[in-house]
C-alpha cells in the first residue's frame, strides 16, 4: 500500500506544471503563434483604406485611376500571398528543426516577423503596394514555421499529462491573435486611413518579445538526447522543465524511444511517404488537415463582413459581430485546453467536426431563407457562431497535437511538414476559390464544407485512435497493429506489454 501510494505520488509530481514549462509555453505561443493569427485576421478590418491607398498610388504614379480588375487582382494577392508563404515556411520545417533545434528554429523565424513588420509599416511613406504583396508572402514564411515549430516544441516539453492541454496554447494565441487583430480593426482605433500601417507593423512586437526572452529556456530534451546525443544537457533541461532532480523514469522512456529510432533509422520526406510502419499515421494527417482548413473556417476569417452582410447585419456592426465571433473562438479554445485532458482528442475531433457538420447544413437554410423571413438573420449570425464554437473545441487545435503524438523523433519533422504543407495549400485554396464559390453557388456553397466536415467525421471514427495519456512509442505501437509491423528496439521487436513493463520499471525506480 505504502508503494503504490509513493508511487502515485512520484507520477503526480512527474507531471506538474512548472513555471519554467509555463513560461516556455506562453512565450513562445505568444511569440509565434500569436502573430499567425494576427495576420490572418489583420487585413479585414482596414480593406477598404489599404485598397484606397493602391488605387491613389496607381494614380500617382500613372496619373490615371486603377482599374477594378487589376485592384481585385492587387488585393487578391496581397490576402493570397500569406497562405502562399505559409506553404514556403512548412517546406522548411524539417531541415531548420534538425539543424537548430526547436527552440533556435523559433529565434531563427523572428526574422520572418521583424523584417516585414517594418516593410508594411512604412509601406505609406515608401508609396509602394508592392511592398506590402512581398512582406505578406515573407510574415507567411513565418506562419508556415511557427505554426508547426511551437506544436512540435511544447509536445516535446510537456510531460504526457500535460501534452494534449500544452499542445492547445498554440492554438489558443492563434485565437487571441485572430481577436486582436478583429480588436485593433474597429474604426476607432487602428483600423482607419491613418492607422492601417500601425495596425500591420505591430505584428513585430511579439517576435522582439520573443526574442529577448526564449533564449533563457530550454531546448527540447528529446531533441537534445535523440537527435544530438548530448545525454548530460538533456537531462539538465528535463531537470528545469520539471522542476526537480529525479527524471529517471523519462529518461528511460526517451532511451526507449532513442533505441528505437537507431534501429529503423532517420526518415527524410521521401521516406516517410514510402514508410509502411507510417502509412496510416501520414493519411490521418492529411486527412484532418485537409478536413481543418477545407471545412470553411478561413473562408468566415478571411471574408467574415460579406458573410455577416449577406446575412443583414447593418454594415456599421458588422465590425462589432466580428469581434464578438472572435471573443467565442477565444474562450471555447480555452476550455478545450481545460477538457482536453479528460475528454480525450478524439471525442473533441468528432464533436467539432460534427457541429461544423450540421451548422453548414442549417447556414445554407438560412441563408436562403433570410430574405422571406424577417428573423432568419438571426439565425445566420447564430449558425456561424456554433460553427466557430465547433471548429475551436476540436478541428482547429487537435490535430497538430495528434500529429506531435503520432509519429516518434526521426519522424516527427518529416511529418509536420507534409501535414504543415497540406494546412497551407488548403488554406491557400480557400482564400482563393472562395469568392468564387460564393458568387456562382451562393448559399449552397457552405454545403461542400458540410459534406468534407461528414467525411472527415467519419474518418476519425474509423481511423484515428486515442492518444490521451500513451507515450510516444505507445501510441507508434497502437498504429502498428493496423500497419501490420513491429515496433524495434535494438536487435529485436518490442511490443506494446514490454514497452509498458520497461516504463513501469522505470517509474517504480524513481518512487524508490
Known sequence: MKESTELDKSVEHRGRLTAVLALATLISAFGSSFQYGYNVAAVNSPAPFMQQFYNKTYTDRYKEPMGEDLLTLLWSLSVSMYPLGGFFGSLMVAPLVNKLGRKGTLLFNNIFSIVPA???????????????????????????????????????????????????????????????????????????????????????????????????????????????????????????????????????????????????????????LSQRSLRWQLVSIIIMNMGQQLSGVNAIYYYADSIYGSAGVNEKDVQYVTVGTGAVNVFMTVAAVFIVESSGRRLLLLLGFGICCGACVLLTVALNFQESVSWMPYISIACVIIYVIGHAIGPSPIPSVVTTEMFRQSARPAAFMVGGSVHWICNFAVGLIFPFMERGLGPYSFIIFSVICLVTLIYIWVVVPETKNKTFLEVSQMFAERNKTEIKVGDGDLPLKDTKESLESAEKITAF
Do not use: H
Not at 480588436?183 to 482605433?189: E, H, S, T
Not at 511579439?206 to 529577448?212: F, T
Not at 531533441?223 to 522542476?243: F, H, T
Open 118 to 272: 517594418i516593410m508594411m509599416g512604412v509601406s505609406e511613406i515608401a508609396k509602394s503596394y508592392e511592398i506590402i504583396i512581398v512582406a505578406r508572402f515573407i510574415v507567411g514564411i513565418c506562419a508556415g514555421l511557427s505554426s508547426n515549430v511551437v506544436p512540435m516544441y511544447l509536445g516535446e516539453l510537456a510531460p504526457k499529462n500535460l501534452r494534449g492541454a500544452i499542445g492547445i496554447v498554440p492554438q489558443l494565441f492563434i485565437t487571441i491573435g485572430i481577436l486582436a487583430a478583429q480588436v485593433m480593426g474597429i474604426r476607432n482605433i487602428l483600423g482607419n486611413s491613418t492607422g492601417w500601417t500601425i495596425m500591420l507593423g505591430l505584428t513585430g512586437i511579439p517576435a522582439v518579445i520573443e526574442l529577448v526572452l526564449l533564449p533563457f529556456f530550454p531546448e527540447s530534451p528529446r531533441y537534445m538526447l535523440i537527435q544530438k546525443g548530448d545525454e548530460k544537457n538533456s537531462r539538465k533541461a528535463l531537470q528545469r522543465l520539471r522542476g526537480r532532480d529525479d527524471v529517471d523514469a523519462e529518461m528511460e522512456e526517451m532511451c526507449l524511444e532513442d533505441q528505437s529510432e537507431r534501429a529503423e533509422g532517420r526518415l527524410s520526406v521521401l521516406s516517410l
